[in-house]
């Protein structure tokens, strides 16, 4: 059982910047690909970021490749997604994923989700 809890969502200027993070409860974390998705307003949930359990390997949806980074730290039971020249369309609720058998990128995949954090960002 893994329980995921997203905090660092808010409200930023267009060109700005926020730090997602995620923290993991359960022994397990470790064995866990782990992901960000996100979910606009009358919008399916997509996928956004994700690393695999051993952080050696990084995927990101295209709109964001360049912009956001994800990153994990196994000994904290973290997961972190920096966001970069934020723009008005990455406004949405993004929530922590982990995923056991496969790589965090397909959202039907995910094992567990978090509860979400809002991001907008005003023009």
């Known amino acids: 059982q893994v329980q995921l809890v997203e905090s660092g969502g808010g409200l930023v200027q267009a060109g700005g910047s926020l730090r997602l993070s995620c923290a993991a409860s359960g022994r397990t974390f470790s064995t866990y690909a782990m992901g960000w998705f996100r979910q606009a307003p009358g919008k399916e949930r997509e996928f956004v970021a994700a690393i695999t359990w051993s952080g050696d390997s990084t995927y990101y949806a295209d709109s964001v490749k360049g912009r956001f980074t994800i990153s994990r730290d196994n000994a904290k039971n973290m997961v972190y997604l920096q966001m970069n020249s934020l723009k008005p369309e990455d406004t949405a609720v993004y929530y922590c994923?982990?995923?056991?058998?496969?790589?965090?990128?397909?959202?039907?995949?995910?094992?567990?989700w978090g509860q979400g954090t809002q991001v907008t960002v005003s023009s």
């Open positions: 994923a982990a995923d056991f058998l496969s790589t965090a990128t397909i959202v039907n995949n995910i094992d567990y």
